[in-house]
């Protein structure tokens, strides 16, 4: 069974930081790209950050130089680090294989809520 295994999640105030972990199945890390991404309540899922197989990384305009994602290819783990958080980034965080066609992915994992509250 495949598994997606999101942690570290958490109540945080505004800008304070969480460290995200995701650990995927060798089947889904090996070889992919992958993201971040993250849902809000009433809100459609977003794309939030993707790191590419050799470690290039790419993210969404409202989380560049407060969010870094890295990878562990040894322990097939993606990360999240998250500093300066706001209250607008509370949402269910999810990783995933990234490809352009993401959005109609049928399998995610539970997700880890990150709420930022005082």
């Known amino acids: 069974q495949v598994q997606l295994v999101e942690s570290g999640g958490g109540l945080v105030q505004p800008g304070g930081s969480l460290r995200l972990s995701c650990a995927a199945p060798?089947?889904?890390?090996?070889?992919?790209?992958m993201g971040w991404y993250r849902q809000a309540p009433g809100k459609q899922r977003e794309l939030v950050a993707v790191?590419?197989?050799?470690?290039?990384?790419n993210y969404a305009d409202g989380v560049k130089g407060r969010f870094t994602i890295s990878r562990d290819n040894a322990k097939n783990t993606v990360y999240l680090q998250m500093n300066s958080l706001r209250p607008e980034d509370t949402a269910v965080y999810y990783c995933?294989?990234?490809?352009?066609?993401?959005?109609?992915?049928?399998?995610w994992g539970q997700g880890t809520q990150v709420t930022v509250s005082s």
């Open positions: 060798a089947i889904i890390f090996s070889g992919s790209n």
């Open positions: 790191i590419a197989v050799g470690g290039s990384t």
């Open positions: 995933n294989e990234y490809t352009p066609r993401w959005a109609k992915f049928a399998y």
